[in-house]
């Protein structure tokens, strides 16, 4: 019952109940944004959705305009506090996860959840193997597992089968958790980046 139904009933409660206060500080941002560069605010990138569907999803920008595509060895995105696409502001916004406000439209949108596996880059579906094809089985989340407890800091594979976890254990209890574990990560900043990649 928990997963069918009120799972969405309670994002989008959620969402809308604070989004007065959210919109706020998205303006505010968005201004901040715009002194840095002069470039646009928001990014929207295709990302892997329930079922496979792909779908754009919502980040504040905190990279340099037309920046390259860097990878890790094993496909996923690079991710270090030395990455020199970052703009001044979009180091702090990384650091404070303040970029992922904007995927509130899109659980609004019905595309993600507030809890559930961040979502994957399309091309990282010719990657999965085994069971991890299991992490589309639920909507994708502004938050998780992962990023409660390890951040950045665990590998992708290791990152999917945590995901895997947290769907076959889904409920009510490990949402709460992982919410108020989430908002410990974010002050305690730890394993925000991952310092291994191209370059």
């Not at 998205?26 to 840095?36: C, R, S, V």
């Not at 904007?102 to 990282?124: A, F, K, T, W, Y």
């Not at 254990?169 to 310092?195: A, P, R, W």
Request: charge should be positive; glycine fraction near 8%.
């Amino acid at each position: 019952m928990y997963r069918k139904f009120f799972k969405r009933m309670i994002d989008c409660l959620a969402v809308v109940l604070a989004m007065p206060f959210l919109l706020s500080i998205i303006l505010i941002l968005a201004i901040l944004i715009k002194i840095d560069d002069g470039g646009p605010v928001f990014y929207r990138g295709a990302r892997l959705g329930k079922h496979g569907k792909v779908f754009k999803m919502f980040k504040l920008r905190t990279m340099r305009v037309n920046s390259p595509d860097l990878r890790n060895a094993d496909g996923s995105t690079y991710n270090s506090s030395h990455d020199p696409r970052l703009t001044k502001i979009g180091g702090v916004l990384r650091k404070t996860s303040l970029d992922e406000l904007p995927q509130l439209i899109n659980v609004l949108l019905g595309d993600m959840s507030l809890i559930g596996p961040r979502p994957d880059l399309p091309e990282h579906l010719n990657y999965y193997e085994g069971n991890e094809g299991k992490k589309l089985e639920v909507l994708p989340g502004l938050t998780g597992y992962n990023q409660a407890y390890f951040r950045n800091g665990a590998e992708w594979k290791q990152r999917i089968q945590n995901d895997i976890y947290y769907i076959e254990n889904l409920s009510l209890l490990l949402d709460i958790k992982i919410t108020f574990k989430t908002i410990h990560s974010i002050i305690k900043q730890n394993g925000v980046f991952t310092e291994t990649g191209n370059s």
